[in-house]
């Protein structure tokens, strides 16, 4: 057999979805390693940690049932986010730093599919946190009969903050020319995006700080929660909380997916 | 782009430029191997074959210059892909997958079906003689990490494999082993091989011609006896006689040889300095033997590969060991 000048013996691999072969490599490396359930596992604590005190003051009334619920959603999107995030981050200049990523870009994959496989194997992690946080959302949001709406929230409000945080972490990772700058600088954006939604202060300066929560998805994200669990607004006057996360998830991804024509080494010399 | 004939060389690099910002890694660079061939491109440490490679390999983008791989020009960089293996020198292995699973995704990402992918990555395993290893790749040797990343840059059967350092930590034996089985590859499957490496006597031994690249040029290119040709570097022979012989080999050695000159230290040694190329070693012999006067040792200096490379680029000899 000749594989001289000869078409080689693989077939071209131009326009085949070869993001699946990624996104299948990707997710069993994280939840077969120690990387996935490690980061679950922090979050599982945290969580039941949070709703047992969450539960715990509902129960002496020190909140509101549906407050508590509250609590716990917000804490569900916000820590889930994190942990996507977190492997998302890592996903790009982890390879790099562990010198497995020239080997993948000698590959004829389209440099785009990498980073589309890797945003979905990083989704995978949020899809695990959402899978932990729904029977505790469901339990405790069934004593002030907000179940629907718990789970509501949970799954599209959280959906989008996570996907747009996740894309962000993608970004950030196939810049990053180190690990450690990659993680630091998404979780560092995390928290400043997720700050004004603890800052009672911005939340009462009235319309700038209104349109300030609206503008950022995290706060956006965490206001509607509270509006539809706590103060029991309709769904439909909360359109104006989704438009960050949609625009955000959607133009983060964008820019990630743009970012992978330049996916460089890090270390070219 | 498709492959245009057979008469192509399977790599071809003309006035290939890499830039880092200032920073120029490679000069204007050409080079060309055909298939079957294995080429030896070396240099010292910041000499720029790196970037050559990751050039050739679509990882860095071209300054200048043009390169066609097995037919297909750079600018078409998931033909080029299809068409190369590459093992880097500093390649990473994921130490949770096994050695199969680790093979069967980089031929899925050639294109392979989950099945056949299992099969190319057995047929791979067994080549290198990783076959009955179901370990996870962390509790690999050294040695056995260098023999899978070259079973994973062949899994895809390249025209053109770019191999960095491929022998770096493995046993004289392992050494051997891997060059052999490059040698094969490139005999019995035409494939096209450019092999860098420190280790100059493997590159003299297993490349059919050789590149040296010094401060981001070729500065010596064509087979081993072309460039220690081109490094203008003289070869010596220590050569030692029966006494009663001394006389006679002086008289035909200095009607043959530039210099000459006996050795204090050993009654009977004598060293010459020999015209450039292999064949003159064998002159020498032949004239001797000739005469009746035999040698009690022949021992070559100098002309190997290592000087003309030390030569060419100005460096001590640590820098190629």
Redesign the interface.
């Known amino acids: 057999?000749?594989?001289?000048?000869?078409?080689?013996?693989?077939?071209?691999?131009?326009g085949?979805p070869?993001w699946r072969?990624?996104t299948r490599?990707e997710t069993?490396?994280l939840w077969?390693?120690s990387k996935g359930l490690s980061v679950l596992f922090g979050f599982s604590v945290a969580l039941a940690a949070l709703s047992y005190l969450a539960a715990g003051n509902a129960a002496i009334n020190l909140l509101d049932a549906r407050e508590s619920v509250a609590v716990v959603v917000k804490t569900s999107i916000g820590l889930g986010t994190l942990a996507a995030l977190v492997v998302s981050a890592d996903a790009i200049s982890g390879?790099r730093e562990?010198?497995?990523l020239?080997?993948?870009?000698?590959?004829?994959?389209?440099r785009r599919h990498v980073v589309i496989g890797k945003l979905l194997a990083a989704t995978t992690m949020w899809v695990a946190s959402l899978l932990v946080a729904l029977p505790i959302v469901l339990v405790m949001a069934d004593g002030p009969g907000v179940v629907a709406d718990a789970v509501a929230v949970l799954f599209v409000t959280g959906g989008l903050v996570a996907a747009a945080l996740t894309a962000l972490g993608l970004a950030v990772s196939s810049i990053a020319m180190s690990n450690r700058v990659s993680l630091a600088a998404s979780v560092t954006i995390l928290l400043v995006l997720a700050a004004p939604s603890q800052l009672p202060a911005v939340k009462a300066s009235g319309a700038l700080g209104a349109l300030l929560i609206k503008a950022n998805p995290v706060s956006a994200g965490l206001a509607m929660a509270e509006n539809i669990l706590v103060k029991q607004q309709a769904w439909s006057d909360q359109w104006p909380y989704l438009i960050s996360p949609v625009v955000a998830a959607v133009a983060l991804t964008a820019v990630a997916i743009a970012l992978s024509g330049r996916l460089?080494?890090g270390d070219?010399? | 782009m498709v492959?245009t004939?057979?008469s192509?060389p399977?790599l071809e690099a003309r006035d290939l430029t890499v830039r880092?910002g200032k920073?120029t890694?490679a000069d204007s660079v050409s080079v060309t191997a055909n298939?079957?061939e294995i080429l030896g491109l070396l240099g010292p440490n910041?000499a720029g074959k790196?970037?050559v490679i990751?050039a050739l390999?679509?990882?860095?983008p071209v300054s200048a210059g043009t390169a066609r791989i097995?037919?297909h020009d750079l600018s078409d960089p998931?033909?080029v892909?299809?068409?190369?293996g590459?093992l880097?020198e500093?390649?990473?292995?994921?130490?949770?997958?096994t050695a199969r699973?680790y093979l069967r995704?980089?031929?899925?990402?050639?294109?392979?079906s989950p099945r056949e992918a299992g099969i190319r990555a057995d047929r791979q395993l067994g080549e290198v003689g990783l076959g009955d290893n179901h370990n996870r790749i962390s509790t690999f040797s050294r040695g056995m990490r260098q023999r899978l990343?070259l079973a994973?840059a062949l899994?895809?059967?390249?025209?053109v494999l770019f191999l960095d350092e491929p022998t770096l930590g493995l046993d004289p034996a392992g050494q051997d082993e891997l060059l052999a089985q490059l040698a094969h590859n490139a005999i019995e499957?035409?494939?096209?091989i450019v092999l860098c490496s420190h280790l100059l006597d493997e590159v003299e031994r297993v490349c059919d011609r050789v590149a040296i690249m010094h401060n981001a040029r070729i500065v010596a290119d064509g087979n081993v006896d072309e460039v220690i040709t081109t490094s203008g570097v003289a070869a010596s022979c220590k050569l030692r006689f029966a006494l009663g012989d001394v006389v006679a080999a002086e008289t035909v050695l200095r009607a043959s040889v530039a210099s000459l000159r006996f050795d204090e230290t050993r009654p009977g040694g004598i060293e010459i300095e020999l015209a450039t190329g292999n064949g003159a070693r064998t002159d020498i012999l032949r004239l001797l033997l000739d005469k009746g006067i035999e040698p009690r040792s022949f021992d070559l200096q100098g002309a190997r590969l290592s000087d003309a490379f030390r030569a060419l680029t100005g460096t001590g000899r640590e820098s190629t060991q």
Do not use: K, W
């Open positions: 057999m000749s594989a001289g000048l000869a078409a080689p013996a693989v077939r071209r691999t131009q085949r070869n072969v990624i490599r069993a490396d077969i390693s390879e562990r010198g497995t020239e080997a993948l870009l000698v590959t004829p994959v389209v460089a080494l070219s010399r | 492959p004939g057979v192509d399977a880092y920073f890694a298939s079957g910041g790196t970037s990751r390999t679509t990882i860095v097995n037919g998931t033909a892909r299809a068409s190369i590459v880097p500093s390649n990473g292995y994921p130490g949770a997958q699973s995704f980089y031929g899925e990402l050639f294109g392979l990343g994973r899994i895809n059967d390249p025209a499957n035409g494939t096209c």
